[in-house]
């Protein structure tokens, strides 16, 4: 079945640098916009970095705005999200996830997507 795993979170330090992946199974990512969501505890899941599939524009949410990048690598079927000078305030799991019918960046949310994979956990401390 079709599968999206992410990979590479861990404990940093503020200021610290991760970068996180998004490796697809059963879905040719190329084809696909992806969305980077988080939860921290106690807080409703949000939505941190869009891919788009369709006209390649990237999206950020205002609060990590200048320290993330997105990007795909199709050959490793993958999209990656870079984080760097890493809050405390980042500290949470991180999805990745797409949709049926997700294929633009602006506007999305957490009820548009279908597929889900099950999460890495980020956590920012001294």
């Known amino acids: 079945q079709a599968q999206l795993v992410e990979s590479g979170g861990g404990l940093v330090q503020p200021g610290g640098s991760l970068r996180l992946s998004c490796a697809g199974s059963g879905f040719t990512l190329e084809y696909y916009t992806i969305g980077w969501f988080r939860q921290a505890p106690g807080k409703e899941r949000e939505g941190v970095s869009c891919?788009?599939?369709?006209?390649?524009?990237?999206s950020f949410a205002d609060s990590v705005k200048g320290r993330f990048t997105i990007s795909r690598d199709n050959a490793k079927n993958t999209v990656y999200l870079q984080m760097n000078s890493l809050r405390p305030e980042d500290t949470g799991v991180y999805f990745c996830?797409?949709?049926?019918?997700?294929?633009?960046?602006?506007?999305?949310?957490?009820?548009?997507?279908?597929?889900w994979g099950k999460g890495t956990l980020v956590t920012v401390s001294s």
């Open positions: 996830a797409t949709g049926l019918e997700f294929y633009f960046c602006s506007g999305y949310a957490a009820q548009d997507m279908d597929y």
């Open positions: 891919i788009s599939a369709n006209d390649g524009s990237t």
